[in-house]
């Protein structure tokens, strides 16, 4: 997982997960991200430590972490607070990273 910068969060597109270092439901959302990531060999999700950034969280008005938080087209699409299961996971990648899904 990438750590997102100003310029990544001024992107059109981009999938970031919002958490604080010391949450335990934090953590095992991670370990979800982290294992999509490890079966796609490649960075998909951005991350941010919600604590060092109160201005973009009161901005999008981040209600808790974790938070997934999907930027499509310039516009948040959802915030995902319930991680619930990998697969759930997926069931977004499928809508809105349709690409990694394509077997060449």
């Given amino acids: ?3 997102a910068t100003n310029k990544e969060l001024e992107k059109e ?3 970031l997960y919002i958490y604080t270092p010391f949450c335990g439901t934090c953590s095992v959302a ?3 991200l982290d294992k999509i990531e490890s079966v796609h060999k490649q960075n998909i999700f951005y991350d941010m430590n919600a604590s ?3 201005e973009f969280m009161q901005e999008h008005k981040i209600e808790s972490v974790p938070c997934l938080l999907i930027k499509e087209g310039y ?3 959802e915030k ?3 991680f619930k299961s990998i697969a759930n996971i997926y069931s977004l990648l499928l809508e809105y990273k349709p ?3 394509n077997v060449q």
């Fill in 80 to 82: 995902v607070y319930a």
């Fill in 75 to 77: 516009e948040i699409k």
């Fill in 99 to 101: 690409e990694l899904f």
């Fill in 52 to 54: 060092l950034h109160p």
């Fill in 30 to 32: 991670r370990s979800m």
């Fill in 1 to 3: 997982m990438q750590k």
């Fill in 13 to 15: 597109n981009y999938l």
